[in-house]
């Protein structure tokens, strides 16, 4: 999933697909973020201002693609913030109090995973404790915590009937929405956050009791401070993303499939049942009305001389239909031919062609599955004697009115005389 920014404030989630023409993907694709995940999205950061712990609500709308902030709160207990919570939406807890602790390495170092917080953190003991690993601009974020620590305040929320669906710790979010965030400096609730620059390329992280207001622009979106990192949470959890590397990471997956399952079977339940009542309600207010009177119907035209005229002029018109269908289909073999023969009259005697394919299969037919076609291309396959030639020919062929673009997903050299190549032809479809 792509982030893109929006036209009215919003940011933007879409697919990229490259044989995307009508929208259809994108429909389902949006059908399937929604039935998985939903449209509304809470991001909670747990914090410390003065000692205290604070819970910090960023709820975040989805509605035609675009990503909006509707509200921003802080609470000072969790119970009141249980209670303006609405039930079942999703939850992404960002746990980022004094006790989690974050240091940065440059994301060059050859130390992957646990040995790199074995490195900075020697001596930590990998039962009693959770690291996450994340990728920020030129750097790597490395955060710890009390395994029981984050266990405690996770069973607390479920206790309160909270969904969550992720977890980070401390600004570990920021990797989903770094590449928007502009500035030397970042302020979230409780740090500032100094970016590398020209002369430096490393991190530094200091804790704020009251960090200065800040509001910064992704692409169009207004975001405060106080709501980077439940911002960040949401985005990395509608992008399914798989760049921060954690020691539970199993724990987060089991959240998402658990919230998931429940949230599909939910609707697909109110839907049977509504579908279901619906069809019993159509049955008896529609099919009992109308039964005798469509028995009646068929009679008469078995009967009425009047109605058979009508069939004949029916089966006419079927009849031109289907000559205009088999004049159709005969006008795409015409074209093929048209395509064909305009692309043999230019090969040079230095290129052997071993296959052409109009209209190749995206797949391998399979029982069951309807035929799927690349439309308007042409897959050519062969051997070139003449590098030379062979960009000559891509050329020309491109100099073609008919010939939106040429594109090479093949060049091999298969000895010192010969190369074997496989070149698409996208069509340009009046």
């Not at 693609?65 to 119970?79: C, K, P, Y």
């Not at 750097?139 to 009390?146: D, R």
Request: charged share 20%.
């Amino acid at each position: 999933m792509a982030i893109q920014p929006a036209q009215k404030g919003g940011l933007q989630t879409e697919v990229d697909h490259p044989y995307q023409t009508n929208g259809d993907l994108l429909v389902f694709e949006r059908l399937k973020t929604y039935l998985a995940k939903g449209t509304t999205f809470y991001g909670l950061e747990v914090f410390q201002s003065d000692g205290a712990t604070q819970y910090h609500i960023t709820e975040v709308a989805r509605k035609k693609g675009e990503l909006n902030i509707v509200r921003s709160t802080n609470f000072g207990n969790l119970e009141a913030m249980a209670k303006e919570l609405k039930p079942q939406l999703p939850v992404y807890l960002v746990y980022n109090t004094a006790s989690v602790i974050t240091k940065t390495i440059e994301k060059s170092s050859a130390l992957k995973q646990r040995a790199l917080v074995e490195n900075l953190f020697p001596g930590l003991n990998f039962e009693d404790f959770l690291y996450q690993i994340a990728p920020v601009r030129n750097c790597l974020l490395v955060s710890i915590c009390k395994k029981k620590e984050l266990e405690d305040l996770m069973e607390m929320l479920k206790s309160h009937k909270i969904q969550l669906v992720g977890a980070s710790l401390g600004p570990g979010p920021l990797h989903s929405i770094i590449d928007f965030l502009q500035g030397a400096s970042i302020t979230t609730n409780s740090e500032t956050i100094a970016l590398e620059d020209a002369n430096n390329n490393s991190i530094t992280i200091a804790r704020q009791e009251k960090p200065q207001p800040t509001t910064y622009d992704l692409n169009g979106l207004a975001v405060d401070h106080t709501d980077v990192l439940g911002f960040g949470g949401i985005v990395d959890f509608l992008s399914d993303g798989n760049r921060v590397d954690s020691n539970f990471g199993h724990t987060v997956e089991g959240l998402r499939n658990n919230f998931t399952t429940n949230r599909t079977f939910t609707l697909l339940l109110r839907s049977f049942i509504v579908i279901l009542l619906g069809i019993l309600l159509v049955n008896f207010l529609v099919f009992n009305r109308y039964f005798e009177g469509v028995e009646r119907i068929r009679t008469n035209l078995a009967l009425d001389s009047e109605n058979k005229k009508n069939l004949t002029l029916i089966r006419d018109r079927v009849h031109e239909k289907e000559k205009k269908v088999d004049a159709l289909i005969s006008q795409s073999n015409s074209r093929s031919t048209y395509y064909l023969d305009r692309l043999a009259a230019t090969i040079p005697q230095s290129i052997l062609l071993s296959e052409i394919q109009y209209q190749p299969l995206v797949r391998p037919v399979q029982d069951n599955k309807p035929i799927a076609l690349e439309r308007n291309t042409i897959l050519v396959m062969g051997s070139s004697k003449n590098s030379a030639d062979f960009s000559d020919w891509i050329t020309q062929m491109e100099a073609m009115d008919w010939v939106e673009t040429v594109e090479t997903k093949d060049y091999d050299y298969s000895n010192n005389n010969s190369s074997e190549f496989k070149l698409q032809l996208y069509l340009a479809v009046p």
